[in-house]
């Protein structure tokens, strides 16, 4: 994935994740990893997309607002 990619991922996720501060502050690292230049590895970009994928079935299971 590219930077902008993971990017766009991190902020939604980082929407979805409010309330969550242990998620919140894991997400933040990596953005702030990315903004500074630098590759996330492989794991981590794995990691987005199952925290991404974990809350979306969350908000999904939990019904419309």
């Known amino acids: 994935m590219n930077a902008a990619t993971i990017l766009t991922l991190l902020n939604?996720?980082?929407k979805l994740a409010e309330g969550m501060p242990e998620l919140l502050?894991?997400?933040r690292a990596l953005r702030d990893t990315v903004i500074n230049g630098e590759d996330p590895?492989?794991?981590q970009q794995a990691a987005?997309?199952?925290h991404?994928?974990?809350l979306e079935r969350t908000r999904s299971a939990a019904?419309?607002?």
């Open 41 to 43: 590895t492989p794991a």
């Open 25 to 27: 502050e894991s997400l």
């Open 12 to 14: 939604v996720t980082l």
């Open 63 to 65: 019904g419309p607002a």
């Open 52 to 54: 991404l994928l974990d």
């Open 48 to 50: 987005l997309l199952r």
